[in-house]
């Protein structure tokens, strides 16, 4: 797949076959429009190219108040699409100045006198451009006078997914990873970098790998303690559990940290960079009357998500990730 973020880049792309959106989380709605790319561009001997955008439009029309939190950092995204099979992605800087840009003048300047569109594949409810003024009904009647034409992805395939980036960002925050992954049609991910922690664990038998993700839009799940399949740097796959929270029993500090203690493992991973795959939460997290009694719930949680595994051994996408 190849990746743009400027106009300048794009070469000749044969019969594109385009869609446009946020696409923020890839989830079964998203793929459902990629298989139809796909079909289509097979059937014309063309290629198919998502059109999204950088930063999110909401960000950039209300960037004191959007109160965003995104599914997948953009090398979330970038991995995922192309393992979907799309051909080109272009990641278009949203601007102020390009939001007031009419729907009318985007694909008249953009898709077709630039990109030379063939195909543009949208849901029934799609909206675009200037106060999302552009929709289905608008591309149809464009098509009739510039060299593209629509095709529709009807209510009938959109509605009976039910699913949305809303829906899944709520169910992420509350801890309903199993719901989220329903949506996204694979386990939630986490990826970042494994930084040195404070220690406490290895203590009590628990080592954890501290995991630092370095993208502040990054939505975090809710506190607890989750069930969690891990990819390290070399493809290993792992399988652990994982705290997202604060610590109470150990330190007084209100920082949520993420932490993952891997089974059987003991090597040290230290500025690696780790995938993290959450399966299912097991339980918030608590202030312990003790470390000991700490650790005796650790263990338990530890038997809980070996059961878990014991029933479905490997449960993250192979695909390298």
Do not use: C, W
Not at 296 to 317: C, G, M, N, W, Y
Request: no cysteine; net charge negative.
């Amino acid at each position: 797949m190849k990746v743009y973020q400027d106009f300048e880049e794009i070469g000749n792309i044969p019969n594109a076959v385009l869609t446009i959106g946020t696409f923020d989380g890839v989830h079964l709605g998203h793929q459902k429009i990629i298989e139809r790319l796909k079909e289509e561009a097979k059937r014309i001997n063309g290629e198919t190219v998502l059109f999204t955008f950088f930063p999110h439009p909401r960000m950039v029309i209300n960037p004191t108040n959007h109160g965003l939190k995104l599914i997948q950092t953009q090398a979330e995204k970038i991995e995922n699409l192309e393992r979907l099979g799309l051909d080109h992605l272009i990641i278009f800087p949203f601007t102020k100045e390009f939001s007031t840009l009419s729907a009318d003048e985007f694909v008249r300047d953009y898709l077709v006198n630039k990109l030379h569109v063939k195909t543009i594949v949208v849901g029934y409810d799609h909206q675009f451009g200037k106060n999302r003024e552009g929709s289905l009904k608008q591309l149809q009647k464009l098509s009739e006078t510039l060299p593209f034409k629509v095709i529709e992805i009807p209510a009938h395939e959109v509605d009976e997914i039910n699913v949305s980036s809303t829906k899944i960002r709520q169910a992420i925050e509350i801890g309903d990873i199993q719901t989220a992954n329903s949506y996204l049609n694979e386990p939630f991910e986490i990826s970042g970098n494994v930084v040195k922690g404070n220690q406490i664990g290895r203590t009590i038998g628990f080592p954890t790998a501290n995991i630092e993700i370095g993208d502040e839009l990054k939505i975090i799940p809710a506190i607890g303690v989750y069930a969690v399949e891990v990819i390290l740097e070399d493809h290993r796959k792992l399988q652990g559990m994982m705290n997202i929270g604060i610590r109470p029993t150990v330190t007084d500090s209100k920082e949520v940290k993420i932490e993952v203690f891997i089974f059987d493992f003991s090597e040290a991973i230290y500025d690696q960079s780790i995938k993290v795959y959450l399966l299912q939460r097991i339980r918030g997290e608590h202030r312990f009357q003790s470390v000991e009694v700490l650790r005796a719930q650790l263990q338990e949680d530890e038997k809980t998500v070996r059961t878990i595994f014991s029933h479905q051994p490997s449960i993250a996408i192979n695909s390298g990730k």
